[in-house]
């Protein structure tokens, strides 16, 4: 079960699967909404040969610069609302993306060396699990008891509550309910840089 964010991923994760010699499900959620996100898009140099799919996405963090204060941890489409957040919040260099585009299965060994990376060198970093979806219908019940196998701790959820219906019906409280979870995100970390 795969969520990629960008189309390298997406070329990737689909050759990949093509050039198997053993049949193996493969379930992609993918939304159509990044199709025509012009954001969404990946340099010519992502699909040549040696390069492959990347079962958890980190930001680039600056070599020499001090861990994050904050990384957000995700997965699917809202990876590019908070990036561009980020950047115009100009948090970046207190606030990581991580978005996890492996689901099941969970790629512990990509997760264990994201846990020993430079983004959790900061011994009180926060870790928090981004999502867009309903609390009881993203991927947050499923991975964030299993990012404790590999000590990683998310300390808060950030996202919309448990609800029976996966949208709200109406497009501009939707889009309130979008940037209320960007603002509890993002906006929060500015306190703690000042």
Known sequence: VAWPTAPAQLFHLLRDQALRTYAKPLVVMAPKHLLHHAPCRDDIGAFVPGTCFQPVLATEWPAGAAPPRRV??????????????????????????????????????????????????????QVWWVQEEPKNQGAYAYVVPRLRLVDIHVERYVGRGPSSSPGTGSYAHHRLESAAILKEALVDAAANVA
Request: charged share 20%; aromatic share 6%; glycine share 2%.
């Open 72 to 125: 957000l941890l995700c997965c699917g489409q809202i990876r590019w609302e908070l990036l561009r957040a980020r950047a115009t919040s100009k948090l970046t260099a207190s606030v990581a993306v991580v978005s996890v585009e492996q689901l099941a299965p969970l790629p512990y060994a990509d997760l264990e060396a994201l846990r020993r990376s430079v983004l959790f060198a900061n011994p009180d970093v």
